[in-house]
């Protein structure tokens, strides 16, 4: 009899040790079953008076050791489920707290008004291309009509990389047109976007480095009269509706005939201002009917296609826009300059 009684207690015993609970309803059930005011343990401590007298130290420390057992297991049950109960809390993600704050940035003023730019041709069917800036001799000056002995390469100054005479950075975009239509079948609608550069001492009306915008336009019957509409297109979505543009003859290699144009002062809209310098004009862009030589020169059949092209500087237009007096602003990236530059993205 006395023997079933340790069994029974060493059974409890390895059941404590075994209690694996899942959560905090079954850790209660564990405290009652055990440690409760009507545990399982109480109903067997009349047990010791069937324990022979040997035994019953023996009996008595089996009782205790179980005791000590369950509490100590309820306590350490408890301990988890509290800290798990924490972690659930922490997890919780409140969807009403406020969100942490990122700084944006904003624009360059030369993005912008490139993007600008690039936004009113693409309206109108263009599409943007971009080439290399190390160029070579030819697509930057021979097949654009300028070559090796032409005075008009002055009128540039070039870098030419180290040790390389044919190898150097471009001097406009415009050498984006002969990659271009060296690889194309008209038509050809591109604007072509891009960094500059020119042998230029820096100054504050000049660095040697700057920004251009190209385009080009290239398909049977293509007439001034569509460039200069689309110029206009283009002047008064970029300048406002109101906007009028003219046309002065000019020279340059690879247009026949070439103009330069104008767009009325959008600062003082005709008043007269030291931005217009009081001529009511500001001078924005260089254009012309693509030369047919041009046109051979990158294998487009001059009898078939005409085209015109045109090509302007950024940092001018941004100067005028935002009144910036010295172009090397544009390079330095001082944040307190670039801050006051905000636009839609
Ligand atoms: N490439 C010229 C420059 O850098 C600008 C230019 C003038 C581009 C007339 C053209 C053009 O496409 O037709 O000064």
Request: charged fraction near 25%; aromatic fraction near 8%.
């Amino acid at each position: 009899m006395a023997a079933e009684i340790f069994d029974r207690l060493q059974q409890i015993l390895d059941e404590i040790k075994t209690a694996s609970p899942r959560n905090a309803a079954e850790v209660e059930q564990f405290r009652i079953k055990y440690l409760g005011s009507k545990n399982i343990l109480k109903p067997l401590m009349g047990g010791i008076r069937e324990v022979a007298n040997e035994q019953k130290r023996e009996f008595g420390q089996l009782i205790n050791t179980l005791k000590k057992t369950a509490e100590e297991k309820f306590q350490s049950l408890k301990t988890a489920a509290e800290q798990a109960a924490e972690q659930a809390d922490a997890q919780q993600i409140d969807l009403t707290a406020p969100g942490h704050p990122r700084p944006l940035g904003s624009r360059h003023p030369i993005s912008i008004i490139m993007k600008q730019i690039v936004d009113i041709f693409a309206r109108i069917g263009f599409t943007v291309a971009e080439d290399r800036e190390i160029e070579d001799d030819w697509h930057n000056f021979t097949a654009m009509n300028t070559p090796e002995d032409h005075p008009a390469r002055d009128m540039q100054d070039t870098f030419y990389l180290k040790d390389s005479t044919h190898l150097l950075l471009r001097t406009h975009t415009s050498s984006v047109q002969s990659r271009v239509m060296k690889n194309t079948t008209p038509p050809i609608r591109i604007i072509a976007p891009g960094r500059v550069y020119r042998n230029e001492t820096i100054s504050a009306r000049a660095h040697c480095q700057f920004h251009q915008v190209e385009g080009l336009y290239v398909d049977e019957n293509v007439s001034f009269a569509d460039m200069k509409q689309t110029l206009l297109y283009f002047a008064q979505e970029m300048y406002g509706p109101d906007t009028k543009i003219r046309l002065r003859p000019s020279y340059f290699p690879f247009t026949e005939p070439s103009a330069e144009m104008d767009v009325s002062c959008f600062i003082c809209r005709g008043d007269g201002c030291n931005v217009c310098k009081y001529t009511t004009w500001v001078e924005i862009l260089g254009c012309g009917m693509v030369d047919p030589q041009v046109l051979e020169n990158c294998g487009i059949d001059s009898e078939r296609y005409s085209g015109f092209a045109f090509g302007m500087g950024i940092e001018r237009q941004a100067m005028l826009r935002y009144r910036i007096n010295d172009i090397r602003l544009l390079f330095e990236n001082d944040v307190r300059f670039l801050r006051q530059f905000t636009s839609a993205l």
